[in-house]
Every structure is written in structure tokens, then in C-alpha cells.
């Protein structure tokens, strides 16, 4: 089977691909990524020779490139996109046209070339947020409620992927995942971001009063939910994804990573709220879990703790990247280096 990934050379898909190719090894895996900031081949350098994968730069939203690429594609699994929330705060139109417009680009293309199945990757922000107070959980009966211009270019997407299966049969399927944690991700999101800045002897700046709450996921665990939604998932079906069972607000993280790096609260630092910002997100997972029967490997500290790992082992990997363009990025959402 030839199966095309798109954004595979960002944290979620790199990780994806690695899982793919131990999992399906006598696939053929083709990873189609532009290199934004966020995409690294250094994430693939491992498999880079195997002659099972191959890689080509080129963005989603360019036909040409996309109907070349698309040619005898078996399965497509989209990940490219862009997907900081700060990010698209700053400036939402490059989120509009690659996560809507470059998503219907791969849909049309898809349903030319008769791919068999198109796996979208979603999120969880699609529904808005929760309050803090409330029991209720996301599920895949939740109205979409995108508050920020990133979840509100995803929800579009999601609409899209959805219209292209009931307008033109595209055989489709959607997973909403909550929020990712894990090895190779970018450093401007809270975990990575907060592990390598202590690591650098900096501090972890915590939005607003550090009561938000995220429902993280390992990204191993994500990587075989996809697996097992495209393999036994239902055509036309969305499946919510999550990682926790019980609630972990931003700041208790925040201390798990200095308890685990050795350092104490001086490493804290309150920081201006994100305009817009989501209180809580969480995912009632019942039905990936009955009707395909997954559920996390491990708990969230065993994940974490791994993680942390990772983090200390990879310096070379993080610090190249803080060095480049980020050091920009970081300086106008932080105000200071
Ligand atoms: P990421 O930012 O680490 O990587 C995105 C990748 O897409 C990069 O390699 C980048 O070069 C590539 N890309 C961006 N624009 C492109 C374009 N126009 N054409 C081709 N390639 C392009 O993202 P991630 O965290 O790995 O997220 C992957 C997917 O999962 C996204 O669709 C995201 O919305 C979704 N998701 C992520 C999380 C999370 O916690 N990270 C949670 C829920 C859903
Ligand atoms: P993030 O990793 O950006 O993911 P998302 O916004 O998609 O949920 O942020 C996770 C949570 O951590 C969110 O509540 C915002 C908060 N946060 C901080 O407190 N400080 C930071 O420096 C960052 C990046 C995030």
C-alpha cells in the first residue's frame, strides 16, 4: 500500500511515520511537507535511507504539486498544518489558507486520483472551551465552538473533509485528539517548551493564573489510535481522542516538570494571559475505546516522566532549533529572551 502523510516532518507526523513503518513495514510511506518553521527532517534522519520511505517538499496548497504527489496513493493521513494557537493570535491568514484552503486542495485531489481512504487529523479545540466547574466532557456529538482563529481554521477543515464524504463519497475518516505531548515537539508548546527552558536554567512562564486545564496525550498512544481507526475506524465516522483520567491544571504540570528536573517554584513565572483563552478541555473517549478497544499505554506521570527523558537526552536536537527564527518568535510572544 502507498501511503501519502502530509506534515510529516512536524512533531506529531515525524512520530507518526516512525510508528507507520515499524507497524507497516511493507508499506511504501511518502512524506509530503513544506519545512515551515515547525517542520525538521533532523526528526526523520533515522529512516531517511529506508527504502520504504521517501520524502518531498511541497505545500498543500499547491495543485500542481499535490496532484503529483497524490499519484497512486493508497491512503492519505493529513497532519500538515498550522498549529499554534499564539501563532494564529498573531496573525490568523496563514492558519485560513493552509489548514482550510491546502486541506480542500488534498480532499479534491484525493477524490481525483480515487484514493481509498483519507484520514484527517482534527483537535479537540474545534469545541470550544469547558469551565472549570463542569463535568461535562467533549465527545463526537459536541457542537463545534472554535474560539480561536487556529481551531476555528481547523473546524473549518473538519467541515470540509466531512462535505467531500456526504457531497462526493470520499471515503473519509476524522480523529479530534486533545493536546499532544511527546518526543520532537516543537519547543514553543507548554510541555517542551517548559522542559528546555528549565533545562537552559529559565524559567516556565505560566499564562494568567495557570488554572487551564488540557487533556494530554502521549503521542505514541495518539499515533495507535490513528492506526486503529484507519484500520478497523468506520467510513465517514469522527472519533474523539484523549489521554487523562483525572484533571491536571497548566500550573500542577508546570511543577511535575521542575519536581522532575530537581528545581524548585523560583522557576515559575506568571505571565500576561492569552487573549481568548480556552479554560478547559476534556475528552470522553468511550467510543474509540469500546468500539476499536484502545486506551493509553501508560499513566500521565509514567508518560511523563519519559518525556522529561527524552528531553534531557536530546539537547542537540532543541537547542539547534532555539537558536534559529524562534529566538524572534519567543522574544515577541514573551517580550524578553
Ligand atoms: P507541527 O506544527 O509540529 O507540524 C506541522 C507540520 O506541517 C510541519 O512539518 C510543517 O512543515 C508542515 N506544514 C505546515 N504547513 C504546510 C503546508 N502548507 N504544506 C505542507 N506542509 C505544511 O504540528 P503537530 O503538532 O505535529 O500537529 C499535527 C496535526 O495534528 C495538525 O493538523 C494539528 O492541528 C493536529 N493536532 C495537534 C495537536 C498537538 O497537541 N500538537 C493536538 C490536536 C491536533
Ligand atoms: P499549548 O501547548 O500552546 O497548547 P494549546 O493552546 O493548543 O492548548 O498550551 C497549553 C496550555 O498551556 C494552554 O492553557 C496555554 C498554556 N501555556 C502557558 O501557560 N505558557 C506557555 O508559555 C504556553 C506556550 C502555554
Given amino acids: 500500500m502507498k501511503v501519502l502523510i502530509t506534515g510529516g516532518a512536524g512533531f506529531i507526523g515525524s512520530n507518526f511515520i516512525h510508528y507507520w513503518l515499524e507497524n507497516h513495514p511493507e508499506d511504501d510511506v511518502v512524506n509530503f511537507d513544506k519545512l515551515t518553521y515547525a517542520g525538521n527532517l533532523e526528526n526523520l534522519k533515522d529512516i531517511a535511507t529506508n527504502p520504504h520511505y521517501s520524502f518531498v517538499q511541497g505545500d498543500i496548497c499547491d495543485t500542481e504539486a499535490v496532484e503529483k504527489v497524490m499519484n497512486g ?99 473519509i475518516t476524522i480523529t479530534n485528539c486533545s493536546n499532544n505531548y511527546g518526543p520532537y515537539q516543537f519547543p514553543e508548546k507548554l510541555i517542551p517548551l517548559a522542559i528546555t527552558n528549565v533545562i537552559e536554567g529559565k524559567k516556565i512562564p505560566i499564562y494568567g493564573d495557570g488554572l487551564y486545564v488540557r487533556d494530554w496525550l502521549h503521542v505514541e498512544d495518539h499515533c495507535r489510535a490513528i492506526d486503529l ?81 527524552w528531553y534531557k537526552n536530546n539537547e542537540d536536537w532543541w537547542k539547534h532549533i532555539k537558536s534559529g527564527e524562534y529566538q524572534t518568535y519567543y522574544e515577541k510572544q514573551y517580550g524578553q529572551g
Fill in 73 to 171: 496513493v493508497d491512503l492519505v493521513v493529513h497532519f500538515a498544518a498550522e498549529s499554534h494557537v499564539d501563532r494564529s493570535i498573531h496573525d490568523p491568514s496563514v492558519f485560513v489558507k493552509t489548514n482550510v484552503e491546502g486541506t480542500n486542495v488534498l480532499l479534491n485531489s484525493a477524490l481525483k486520483n480515487n484514493v481509498k481512504h483519507f484520514h484527517h487529523i482534527s483537535t479537540d479545540e474545534v469545541f470550544g472551551a469547558l469551565s472549570l466547574e463542569t463535568e461535562e466532557k467533549f465527545n463526537e456529538k459536541t457542537p463545534y465552538n472554535p474560539r480561536s482563529p487556529y481551531s476555528a481554521s481547523k473546524a473549518g477543515s473538519d467541515h470540509l473533509v466531512r462535505a467531500y464524504h456526504t457531497t462526493y463519497g470520499l471515503p
Fill in 229 to 309: 481507526v484507519i484500520g478497523k475506524g468506520k467510513v465517514g465516522e469522527t472519533y474523539v481522542v484523549g489521554g487523562m483520567t483525572e484533571l491536571v491544571p497548566n500550573i500542577e504540570i508546570a511543577k511535575k516538570i521542575l519536581s522532575l528536573l530537581g528545581k524548585d517554584e523560583t522557576f515559575l513565572e506568571y505571565v500576561k494571559d492569552r487573549p481568548g483563552h480556552d479554560r478547559k478541555y476534556d475528552v470522553d473517549w468511550t467510543k474509540i475505546k469500546t468500539e476499536l478497544g484502545w486506551k493509553p499505554l501508560h499513566n500521565f506521570d509514567e508518560w511523563m516522566e519519559k518525556t522529561v527523558e
